[in-house]
């Protein structure tokens, strides 16, 4: 059974010092967003955290942005106004991850031949 191939939508966000990086639910869910800003976030991001790449690009390691980082790149650490400004702002991009194949039991337990 193949594992890990799901596609991967985020919205990178270059600002002033760091990249950004905040994972969506899918693009039309943001276009609709983007079109009527009433719609609630919780219906357009896949969770309430901001991830920075530390100058690595689109990328690079995510790590998730500290409140410190947030306040100095973005002047507040409200993550629901940020997230605001990322989704308006930020490019949206598409990923599929690899498909995992993994043994699951090479020894198979007592029965494999030593």
Do not use: C
Request: hydrophobic share 35%; no cysteine; net charge negative.
């Amino acid at each position: 059974m193949a594992r890990g191939e799901a596609k991967q939508t985020r919205i990178y966000f270059k600002g002033k010092e760091n990249e950004f990086v905040v994972f969506v639910d899918n693009p039309e869910a943001v276009e609709k967003w983007k079109a009527d800003q009433t719609t609630p976030l919780v219906q357009v991001v896949k969770a309430f955290e901001i991830f920075v790449t530390h100058k690595h690009g689109n990328q690079g390691q995510l790590l998730v942005a500290s409140n410190a980082l947030l306040d100095e790149e973005f002047g507040t650490n409200d993550q629901e106004e940020i997230i605001r400004v990322i989704l308006g702002n930020g490019l949206l991009q598409e990923k599929w991850d690899a498909e995992r194949q993994g043994s699951r039991n090479d020894s198979i337990g007592p029965r494999g031949g030593h």
